[in-house]
């Protein structure tokens, strides 16, 4: 490691052989010759990282006393390696880049917040974050940190679900309920919030998008019957026989036989179809931010049977038919709701992606 050029590693690896052989003459000889090569190249770094325009130089330059400082420690764990180097304690430096450091985010973050724009507000949240991440408590960049984020945010308004069948309101209402609530749980964004259109008025919140929901053209279909009648037939065992095999003894075999039967389905499908428009807004210039038309279907199907002839003529698939009943169809609002379950779906993809990649 000392050949190549890897100091630190060097240091580590001498004190670690003191640590079992204290007395090994080239580990005593070679580990001043490592620690002071150590030294000499982070501390050559620090010096280019002084004089250099780099905005977070104060970083570099901690992490640069922090691994001499860990050198420091590794010296100190063995009595034999601190009789031939006296290792520099970094532990005051490093709190000095830090202090620098912290200072150089939270100016970066000042002149960000002083934008007033929501991307450099985002970016002075990070600025105040790693701020106090360096230093906690420093200056009031935690106060800053907040006002960052809340200048940051973008707040959505999920309108009221406007329908033009009013019979299915509650359980359109119903479907909006869940979508907030699943854009909220899901949090797309730190710096995006999903909140009630009702709850923005309530709170005087002034929103910065507007989405408007609206369903039209729902339909439910007449009941569809659709009767089918096939043969169907398999080879099965009919019987038995005894004959003689070729020793002579008598054996039972097997008499196949086809057996048929006649199939007699009957399914019933109702299909129910809408649509719904929802259009983002941007709320302070009405700018129109994305649209689109989100069509949802949903197909129940109830199916039964009967038969006549040989049951062992049916298939397993034959056989689930005759077990089903006739049964009317669900009311008109559980079908609403079951339509709207592709809608949802979709919807909600598109309000991620949009929303994920809008900055």
Not at 31 to 42: E, K, S, T, W
Not at 166 to 172: E, L, R
Not at 287 to 298: E, I, T, W
Request: proline residues 4%.
């Amino acid at each position: 490691m000392f050949n190549r050029g890897q100091y630190d590693e060097a240091v580590r690896l001498f004190v670690k052989k003191l640590q079992k052989r204290p007395n090994d003459a080239t580990s005593l000889q070679m580990l001043p010759q490592a620690y002071q090569h150590a030294q000499d190249v982070r501390e050559g770094r620090v010096k280019g990282y002084m004089v250099s325009s780099d905005a977070l130089k104060w970083e570099r330059i901690r992490n640069e006393y922090r691994a001499m400082q860990n050198l420091y420690y590794i010296i100190q764990s063995s009595p034999a390696a601190m009789q031939v180097v006296k290792p520099k304690d970094y532990s005051a430096a490093i709190t000095g880049a830090q202090e620098n450091a912290a200072e150089e985010r939270y100016n970066r973050g000042v002149q960000l917040l002083s934008q007033g724009t929501k991307p450099a507000a985002r970016q002075a949240f990070a600025e105040f974050d790693a701020t106090l991440a360096l230093v906690p408590g420093f200056r009031d960049a935690q106060k800053l940190r907040d006002e960052a984020f809340a200048a940051g945010t973008i707040y959505v308004a999920i309108s009221q679900l406007q329908m033009r069948n009013p019979s299915f309101q509650f359980t359109a209402d119903q479907f909006r309920n869940v979508l907030l609530s699943d854009l909220q749980r899901r949090n797309l964004d730190r710096f995006v919030l999903f909140i009630d259109e009702a709850t923005a008025r309530k709170e005087n919140l002034r929103p910065d998008h507007y989405t408007e929901l609206m369903f039209y053209d729902f339909a439910v279909g007449q009941v569809y019957v659709d009767r089918l009648q096939r043969e169907v037939s398999k080879e099965v065992v009919v019987g038995q026989t005894k004959e003689r095999d070729t020793t002579g003894k008598i054996i039972n075999k097997d008499v196949w036989g086809i057996v048929k039967a006649t199939v007699f389905i009957t399914k019933k499908t109702v299909t129910s179809t809408g649509m719904m428009d929802y259009r983002i807004t941007e709320v302070d210039n009405g700018r129109l931010l994305r649209s689109n038309r989100v069509p949802g279907q949903y197909v129940w199907l109830n199916q039964f049977g009967t038969f006549k002839g040989d049951e062992r003529a049916l298939s397993d698939e034959d056989k689930k038919a005759m077990t089903g009943r006739d049964i009317l169809p669900p009311p008109p609002q559980m079908l609403f709701t079951e339509m709207t379950r592709p809608i949802y779906d979709q919807l909600a993809r598109e309000l991620q992606s949009y929303y994920r990649n809008i900055y």
